[in-house]
Nanobody, 126 residues
Framework: VQLQASGGGLVQAGGSLKLSCVAS????????VGWFRQAPGKEREFVSV??????ATNYAESVKGRFTISRDSAKVYLQLNSLKPEDTAVYYC??????????????????????WGQGTQVTVSS
């Protein structure tokens, strides 16, 4: 399974970006997909996850109310609003390691995810 994240860029604080994640085949559409981010010198951290059906989502406390995850048949999106300098990081999408039901999602641990895409850089200037 190959995943590819895109949509990053440079934006001023308070601005918005929309990230996209695309992958090949059914190995993507029937699985939960998460977003993580990694800032320089820091561990990769969980941002958000969505079930394969889109019914269930979860967010890190630091992004609740500002970021929105969604998906269609081909892609998973992460809408980033009200961006802050501390949101600066490389953002990665990842597919769940196991199959979950339509209303279920994996936890925030990186080990719950098996396939990782190349990241996309998000830089927020103050």
């Amino acid at each position: 399974v190959q995943l590819q994240a895109s949509g990053g860029g440079l934006v001023q604080a308070g601005g918005s970006l929309k990230l996209s994640c695309v992958a090949s085949g059914r190995a993507f559409s029937n699985y939960a997909v998460g977003w993580f981010r990694q800032a320089p010198g820091k561990e990769r951290e969980f941002v958000s996850v969505i079930s394969w059906s889109g019914e269930a989502t979860n967010y890190a406390e630091s992004v609740k109310g500002r970021f929105t995850i969604s998906r269609d048949s081909a892609k998973v999106y992460l809408q980033l609003n009200s961006l802050k300098p501390e949101d600066t990081a490389v953002y990665y999408c990842a597919r769940a390691r196991l199959y979950y039901g339509s209303g279920d999602i994996p936890g925030p641990a990186k080990t719950e995810y098996a396939y990782w895409g190349q990241g996309t850089q998000v830089t927020v200037s103050s």
